[in-house]
């Protein structure tokens, strides 16, 4: 679909609005019909209806009737599309024809119907009843030499019950090889918060953002991402608040906003939201930190009792501010002193100060170290556990967060694992297990049997894709549950199954009856999500049920009752509070109708559970940014138009390119130094410990984005992307720091503009 021509208009410095409103009505109408969209989005972020399945943002207690955003809106009326991929439609296209698709159009063929299989050397997908599938993913589990021999990937849709199931049978069988999309997305901020706080989650409630002097937005982009964050940003605004924003471009959502309801109500103006737009360089946030750091101390910003009290390693830190020069700040960041200066004084006479972050941190090699540096920012100050004050890392999948509370966890602590031994009541492995990039080596090295992935797409959504291709093909059994179809159902084992499950959408109906699911957001509060609608096909089961059903077939009724757990998904719940640590009286407190928040002893109670007990102030030298003469650094990122791997459409709006895909864009200076025009094409190289990657068919788009930066949409990108450019400590792979080089393909530039 990208021979579409691509269409150039200015750049949005206002998100939302009536386009979001039209467009998310749109999406919905053709995707659903009239009654279905109105009856789906009016249950969407309700306290009886379901959990959107857009993003992790929290809701606030009074909620509109239509608690949800244009992007929300997408995902909802993209999982309950009327559209269906049938048996006969896979007997119809073999795998080869249905590669040869975009990962658009894949997307837009509809919901899978029905279990199928690929037989080992056969071109099309066939029907299998369930009860052989589950038999296939059994015999081949119990044929491995060693449970370690296979591997189990979630992407972050999966709920509490399913995800905790799903430990449960993996752990019951013999192994740790849990590896999650949150590997590559925020694992960077809970080593940094782990190490640091003692906790590897965020301290802060929606309610906070109502009491924030200043409000940090540092490598994020909520205007497409998290819309609804932008509320909660409106309304700190209007309370006073500052919002420094930190990005390498002006992303629209934070230069103005306005809020669709406003709309409705006949009030026209729109909110400018950032105070200060610092346009750091890509990776430069660690040089930026450093300088706010230094001004802070020159301010005397400081909380002494906090720090004497609570914390440590104070004196090093310091000491590490001290003996880093302005100048190496500004020439690493990108920022003059005076601007860093300007956002330095706002931070100083804040007495509340959140930092809000997403992938522009984590996704860096030194993702962690630059957490830890906002950490030492925030710390100076005390500005945790303290009303309006503290950590906001954005999580991504609706429940990314929940699914690492209940154990999907390669590398889980012995506590919880003793915790979960006494609540399961049967041993389970200690040794760790691979996380996503040693999972990919593991296949790439022929040590991996059967792969199953509960959700996610995991060929378009890992790194350097046509390694991962050649790895995932050396597997013996791949095996998908899925609600849609991806390219990791085209690129598969030497035998794959796909399995469809329910979404959130819709009416999960078990031997008890009708069944709610819980999930956590953001900001840990656990609470239920009940699907209303219609399942897409009555030939689904839910992930619960998968589950329970392979873990019946491979290894019996020996750990648990497998089958009479999902019968009543409150059997699920219990066996959750006798496994997991804040989870008592779950079935009770889950049915409160704004649901329950987990511990959180750093907001709770400004207590830390590092080894000493006291919040630690880290140090850390900066990273080397420079690259060679001819080179740039790309990062990748998301359009307004997708979910991750999901491609609802060609355009980006708010960044003005419309209708094509492969674009890059590029600091005007730099391509006129080159000779270049908008819309030049060019192919691209990346470069890494003395290897080379290549992608053809890229056109240049003239941008603001800082001199020898580079950005293009992932997942296209992806093959770019080395296995191991990975982050120290989390080994998140470095989507947002590529090394590459252009050069021109054949000049078609043009110099028309709209
Ligand atoms: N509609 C929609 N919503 C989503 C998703 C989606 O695909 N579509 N995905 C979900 C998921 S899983 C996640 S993790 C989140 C992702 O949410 P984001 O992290 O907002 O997503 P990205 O598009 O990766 O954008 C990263 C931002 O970081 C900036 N950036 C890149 N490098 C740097 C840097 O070195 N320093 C700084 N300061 N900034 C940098 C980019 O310019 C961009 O604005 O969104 C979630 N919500
Ligand atoms: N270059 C680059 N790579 C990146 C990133 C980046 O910024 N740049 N971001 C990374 C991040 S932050 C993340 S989180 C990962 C995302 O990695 P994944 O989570 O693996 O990918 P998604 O695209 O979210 O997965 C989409 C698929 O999930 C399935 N699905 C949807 N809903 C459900 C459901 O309810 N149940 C089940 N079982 N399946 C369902 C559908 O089949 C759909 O095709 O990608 C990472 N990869
Ligand atoms: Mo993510």
Known sequence: ?????????????????????????????????????????????????????????????????????????????????????????????????????????????????SPVVLREGNSHYEAIPWDDAFAMVAEALNATQSPDRAVFYTSGRTSNEAAFLYQAF??????????????????????????????????????DFNHADVIMVIGQNPGTNHPRMLTALRDAKHRGSSIIHVNPLAEAGLTRFKHPQDYMKGQMKSTTLADLHLQVRIGGDAALVKGLIKCQLEHNALDHEFIAAKTEGFESMVKAADQTSWKQIVNDSGISEEQIRTAGRLLAASNATIAC????????????????????????????GRKGAGFCPVRGHSNVQGDRTVGIWEAPTEAFLARMEEGLG????????????????????????????????????TPDTDLTAKALEKVGLTV????????????????????????????????????????????????????????????????????????????????????????????????????????????????????FSLPNPPRDKQEFATPSGKARFTTHSLPNVQVAEDQYVLMTLRSHDQYNTTIYGLHDRYRGV?????????????????????????????????????????????????????????????CLVPLHSTADVSNTPTSKWIVCTLSAEHNTASSEEE
């Open 426 to 461: 049967f041993s389970i492995p200690h040794h760790h297990g691979y996380d996503v990039v040693h999972a990919i080596q593991a296949m790439m090295d022929e040590s991996v049997d059967v792969f199953f992935c509960m959700g996610g797409n995991f060929l378009s959504a």
């Open 658 to 718: 419309h209708g094509r895909r492969r674009v890059v864009f590029m600091n005007a200076n730099d391509m006129v130094e080159r000779g270049w025009k908008s819309r030049q094409r060019v192919s691209i190289t990346s470069h890494f410990n003395g290897e080379t990657r290549h992608a053809d068919d890229w056109m240049l788009i003239p941008y603001d984005i800082p001199a020898g930066n580079l950005a293009a949409y992932f997942p296209e990108a992806n």
């Open 1 to 113: 679909m990208d021979t579409h021509s691509l269409k150039l208009k200015h750049p949005k410095t206002k998100a939302a609005g009536i386009p979001a409103v039209t467009s998310s009505t749109v999406h919905g109408l053709t995707k659903m019909g009239v009654v279905k969209t109105i009856k789906t989005l009016s249950m969407v972020n309700q306290k009886e209806g379901f959990d959107c399945p857009g993003c992790a943002w929290p809701d606030p207690d009074h909620r509109t009737t239509f608690e949800f955003c244009e992007n929300g809106a997408k995902a909802v009326a993209d999982e309950a599309m009327k559209a269906k991929v049938t048996p006969s439609f896979f007997a119809q296209h073999s795998v080869q024809d249905l590669a040869e698709m975009s990962d658009y159009e894949l997307n837009s063929l509809g919901r899978i119907s």
């Open 357 to 384: 972050w997403a992938m522009g941190l984590t996704q860096h090699r030194n993702g962690v170290a630059v957490i830890q540096e906002v950490v030492n920012l925030l710390l100076m100050n005390g500005h945790v």
């Open 480 to 595: 998908q549950v899925s609600t849609k179809l991806n390219r990791s159902h085209l690129v598969t084992g030497k035998n794959a199954l796909i399995l469809p499950c329910l979404g959130r959408t819709e009416r999960d109906t078990q031997a008890s009856g009708e069944q709610f699911v819980s999930v956590e957001n953001s900001m840990g509060i656990v609470h239920r999500s009940t699907g209303g609608l219609q399942p897409a096909s009555r030939d689904l089961k839910s992930e619960p049920a998968i589950v329970a059903s392979i873990a019946e077939k491979t290894l019996g009724s020996t750990h648990l009752e497998w089958t009479s757990l999902v019968e009543d998904y409150d059997r699920i719940r219990e066996l959750m509070e006798a496994s997991l640590h804040g989870f008592e009286q779950y079935n009770e407190r889950v049915r409160q109708p704004n649901g």
């Open 170 to 207: 993996v752990r019951a069988y013999g192994t740790n090889n849990l590896p999650d999309c949150s590997n590559m997305c925020h694992e960077s901020s809970g080593k940094g918060l782990g190490q640091t706080i003692g906790i590897g989650k965020g301290t802060v409630t929606l309610d």
